[in-house]
């Protein structure tokens, strides 16, 4: 790995890109300070300019350069929650560069709980920007070969890895005002982030609220076939309604039986188990596209704990 990863470090310090693994999703790195590298990014994912990248660290002493007027209050969260699956949004210093930010007077920033991102990290000696490692619009890869599908021809290098532990993007909380706010659910859940901060709430979805986390307007997470959602209850009804089409489809439930039609050609129980539902959603879009669902018919689950994140990406791949 050593050997990997210093390759990796004379692309990025040449201005190239490389992928990651993460405990999240795979990244799509860059220098942060390589303007260019930056630009290479959005144009690579097709990204719109307006949605800004992640920061990821490796050293509490990079977030105090690239950030302003920290919330005391939010170390409490960096000491339970880092190195992990929770990014802050902070107020940008003049050091963190307004391209990643795509123009916004805030920076998100995380440290990733993973051995080669972080040895990466550690091994450029800066800050590295990454969003996921898909093509805008498309779900997130949260396995190698993933990746080299889809971004492989585009980067100069995909750092190996296993498959992502935990398969769901990051929290995303903005902490540049009182109450904090998420903009993003993730694995870390308001439920745990309560338990630190009480006052923590969900970012409101009002019709005239300004976009704050411009990633959650843009269309996301969609594979390539119609993913339907399909509530519990309807289940039986539902599935029986898709039985004589003619279409090929898949089948993803959480807590049902799935029955013997002709036309489901790829299925996948997850007996109750909601973590490894999420840690296994993306894969499995990717193998119901191979398997050439026409498609997708999906358990949903309550929007609770890590459920909350869960549907949100979903819902947003049946939009
Ligand atoms: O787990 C993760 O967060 C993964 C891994 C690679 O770290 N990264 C990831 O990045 O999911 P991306 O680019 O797919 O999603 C970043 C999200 C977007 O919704 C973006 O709009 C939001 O974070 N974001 C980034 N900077 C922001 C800022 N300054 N203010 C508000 N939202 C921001
Ligand atoms: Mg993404």
Request: charged residues 25%; positive net charge; proline residues 6%.
């Amino acid at each position: 790995m050593k050997r990997e990863i210093k390759k990796a470090v004379r692309f990025l310090n040449q201005g190239g890109l490389v992928c990651f693994p993460t405990e999240t999703v795979y990244g799509l790195g860059a220098r942060l300070f390589d303007e260019q590298a930056l630009q290479k990014i959005f144009k690579v994912k097709n990204r719109p300019m307006d949605n800004p990248l992640i920061v990821h660290i490796a050293d509490l002493k990079e977030l105090k350069m690239l950030t302003q007027n920290f919330p005391r209050a939010a170390f409490k969260l960096i000491e339970k929650f880092w190195p992990g699956p929770l990014t802050l949004v902070c107020k940008r210093s003049a050091l963190a560069p307004a391209l990643a930010s795509a123009g916004l007077k805030t920076v998100a920033i995380r440290m990733p709980n993973h051995r080669t991102a972080l040895e990466l990290i550690r091994a450029l000696g800066e800050p590295i920007a990454a969003p996921s490692a898909n093509i805008s619009g498309r779900p997130s890869s949260t396995r190698y070969q993933d990746v080299v599908r889809e971004l492989g021809n585009k980067v100069n290098m995909v750092l190996k890895g296993e498959q992502s532990e935990l398969g769901l993007e990051s929290t995303v909380l903005d902490i540049t005002r009182v109450p904090f706010r998420i903009l993003r659910p993730g694995f870390v859940t308001l439920e745990k982030l309560k338990k630190v901060l009480p006052n923590i709430c969900l970012a409101a979805k009002g019709k005239n609220k300004k976009v704050l986390s411009p990633g959650v307007k843009h269309q996301h997470y969609k594979p390539n076939c119609k993913v339907v959602l399909v509530e519990p209850q309807y289940w039986e009804k539902t599935l029986e309604q898709w039985q004589n089409q003619k279409t090929r489809l898949g089948v993803f439930s959480y807590s049902k039986k799935i029955p013997n039609f002709k036309n489901i050609v790829f299925n996948k129980m997850f007996h109750g188990n909601k973590f490894e539902m999420a840690k296994q959603l993306y894969s499995y879009f990717y193998d119901a596209e191979k398997a050439k669902v026409q498609t997708l018919l999906v358990e949903t689950i309550e929007q609770k704990g890590i459920g909350l994140a869960f549907m949100d990406r979903l819902k947003r791949a049946s939009a």
